[in-house]
Nanobody, 122 residues
Framework: VQLQASGGGLVQPGGSLRLSCVGS????????VAWFRQAPGKEREGVSCIYGGSTYYLDSVKGRFTISRDIAKNTVYLQMNNLKPEDTAVYYC??????????????????WGQGTQVTVSS
């Protein structure tokens, strides 16, 4: 299984980005998929996940970030609006094979993408 994350970049506070996670050799729709992030000097944290029709979000991104999937493209997206400097981090997508669910706990995930840098700065 391979995951390819993309869509990061430099954006001003209040701006938007859309991250994409494309899966190969696995149909993302069958499994839990999550976005995690890790800022310099900080632990990795779960941002959002999706499984079936269920979605979950880190409290600090609720109302600003939206996770979704395109089944035909085997892709999971993270739409990030009203970005703040504290959202600056490397963002990773991950796939959870075991269990009919998703979570924001990184130890439950089996496959990881390579990460994409998001920098929010004026």
């Amino acid at each position: 299984v391979q995951l390819q994350a993309s869509g990061g970049g430099l954006v001003q506070p209040g701006g938007s980005l859309r991250l994409s996670c494309v899966g190969s050799r696995a149909t993302l729709n069958y499994y839990g998929v999550a976005w995690f992030r890790q800022a310099p000097g900080k632990e990795r944290e779960g941002v959002s996940c999706i499984y079936g029709g269920s979605t979950y979000y880190l409290d600090s991104v609720k109302g600003r970030f939206t996770i979704s999937r395109d089944i035909a493209k085997n892709t999971v997206y993270l739409q990030m609006n009203n970005l703040k400097p504290e959202d600056t981090a490397v963002y990773y997508c991950a796939l959870k094979i075991i269990g009919l669910s998703c979570s924001l706990y990184d130890f439950e995930y089996d496959y990881w993408g390579q990460g994409t840098q998001v920098t929010v700065s004026s």
